[in-house]
């Protein structure tokens, strides 16, 4: 004889168990909130979480990503005892690559972050090639150097998060995909899912990709959310050539980008193809246009690819993220659109995701690098 799904109840459920719902789960579960995060897969991060460039920089996007990324490095560099076994960063900085017709865009990026990012530098083609000796000369005019950008362990804060969750006292429930979702008539959402019937007065989106599907379920027009495909290779360098002090190189256009990857190379065309929300596969076009780029931009053959994938990255209009209560709907909060900072920006957004839904005063190391509540607010769209 069967049994029914349980029916679990607390203050705040989260949908999607991300980065961005775990980040804010685990920060409400710090201040005492009964935090409920469903999530559709049966691992949670399989999705965008888990296919991360994993790189802390300070000068990726635009100026409101640079403030919250700045906000994060603190909790990066010195979590909470006990959250990772070892450190979330490691040294491996960034180059933000330009041809001689590119110059002036690599001297405006320098010239918008010297005063916002430590060590911030711009350095010509002599310096490009001592830190990256593959690169050919006519690639590197100059480049903008960031020294203090730093690989993340994406995986270690993700579960770090997870783990506060439920030492808190919350509850992660895997293969949990939401079929319903409707207000009722005490107050409270309540979602239908194959794990069990989920109810709060709060629901938090931060579904991904499948943030405006989610907001759908809830009676709720589309924000206008895309998701965007990005492709990754990795191969293995030629022998004799060992990447693993090189920083990881951006075409200042963003055409490319590659990175050292345990000991391989890591190469991706940064492509940006909309996508509807699904589990990403690699295009075989945008795998050939990775090796054709990282062959004209440097040394490097690529003979062989070990791996290939792909992920959705996804963004709002104005390419910043949604954060806040949705006026035509009581307790529905918006989490989305993180686009590709999601991960380095998580600790500063999950902080102010926390308070915005518990109607606290937000960080003031937040509001006063500029990241206020209206910045990110949803009613933006509407």
Known sequence: ???????????????????????????????GVRVTVAEAEDF??????????????????????????AASRSFLENPPAGFAEAPLLTPRGLLHLARDDQRPRAEAL?????????????????????????VRPDAAACAVHEPRACDIDVDALHQGYLRGIRAAGGTVVSGARIGG??????????????????????????????????AGLAGLAPLGLTPKRRTAITFDPPDGVDPGAWPMVVDIDEAFYFKPDAGRVLVSPC??????????????????????????????????????????RSFFADKLPAAGFDPRADGFFWLAGQG???????????????????????????????VTPEAVSPVRFL
């Open 181 to 214: 979702l409707e207000r009722t008539g005490d107050g409270r959402w309540r979602a239908e899912t194959k794990a069990g019937v989920l109810t709060a007065p709060v629901v938090v989106d931060a579904a991904g990709a499948w943030a405006d599907e989610l």
């Open 340 to 370: 590709g900072a999601g991960v380095l920006t998580s600790p500063a957004m999950g902080r102010l995701a926390a308070a915005l839904v518990t109607g606290t005063a937000p960080p003031a190391d937040l509001t006063q690098r500029g």
């Open 44 to 69: 949670p991060g399989y999705h965008s979480t888990g296919r991360s460039a994993a790189l802390f920089t300070e000068s990726y996007g635009q100026p409101l990503i640079w403030a919250l990324a």
């Open 110 to 134: 320098f010239a918008q972050c010297r005063d916002a990012v430590a060590d911030i530098d711009l350095i010509d083609g002599a310096a490009v090639a001592a830190l990256v000796p593959v």
């Open 271 to 312: 492509d940006q193809t909309p996508s509807p929300p699904c589990d990403a596969q690699p295009e075989d076009l945008d795998v050939a246009i990775a090796v054709d780029r990282v062959e004209t931009a440097t040394t490097l053959p690529v003979p062989t690819i070990a791996r290939k994938w792909a992920g959705l």
């Open 1 to 31: 004889m069967s049994t029914a799904p349980a029916t679990r109840d607390g203050d705040v459920l989260i949908v999607g168990a991300g980065i961005a719902g775990a980040a804010a789960g685990f920060f409400l579960a710090a201040d």
